[in-house]
């Protein structure tokens, strides 16, 4: 074998070597399996995004409501005045959405509620927003009695940028009554009260999740 064919020999054997080196350098590893304590910590938030009892109890307010609202303030008459509420569940049972409207006060109203139990910290929650603010109401409670009776507190900023907070008690009587109080400090100081009765109007079961 003469010198030019050698010389050829070795530099296509160093040029597949070459080859077969980038090749390696080049394919995707193998993802390493995930230990024994990722796939716990995966199989607990799984568990903690799923709807459990407290929320099967939220659910059962599902439905559409005639609402009575009774204003108390200190040194002054109560005021009442009517409205209507929808309250369905949504994203698989895991939140209760409510809609309403009505008059309050002598002001036309239109609102929206989101309800829900947290897992996570084993609290009660919700926002609630009206067409008579740009603020949220955010909600923490907590039940002693199974979801019965839930009471929240939660606070806004008003007008001028100050804090209020509130307290909220909801009570459900049976199947198909419930009620919401609403306490807070009054301008003068006093504690006012604004108390909805909300009356199931088709007196059937609570309607289930529908999306």
């Not at 204003?71 to 929808?86: H, L, M, V």
């Not at 239109?110 to 740009?134: C, V």
């Amino acid at each position: 074998m003469n010198s030019r064919i050698s010389s050829q020999l070795i530099s296509c054997g160093f040029l597949l070597l070459l080859a077969c080196g980038l090749g390696e350098a080049q394919s995707p590893q193998k993802p390493a399996a995930p230990s024994q304590e990722s796939q716990q910590e995966l199989q607990r938030a799984i568990a903690a995004a799923q709807p459990g009892p407290e929320h099967a109890e939220l659910m059962k307010l599902a439905g559409d409501y005639a609402t009575t609202q009774t204003f108390y303030a200190p040194g002054a008459q109560p005021q009442e005045s009517s409205g209507t509420a929808k309250l369905k569940s949504i994203l698989g049972g895991r939140f209760l959405e409510e809609e309403n409207s009505g008059e309050s006060l002598g002001q036309p109203y239109t609102g929206l509620r989101l309800y829900g139990y947290n897992n996570g910290s084993k609290q009660y929650e919700a926002i609630w927003i009206y067409n008579g603010s740009t603020a949220f109401l955010v909600l923490d409670g907590t039940s002693d009695d199974h979801g019965k009776t839930v009471r929240y507190s939660g606070a806004f900023l008003g007008p001028a940028g100050q804090r209020q907070t509130l307290r909220v008690i909801i009570t459900q009587n049976d199947a198909d009554h419930f009620s919401v109080k609403l306490l807070g400090e009054g301008p003068g100081g006093g504690m006012s009260t604004l108390e909805t009765v909300y009356t199931r109007v088709n007196k059937t079961a609570a309607t289930p999740p529908h999306r």
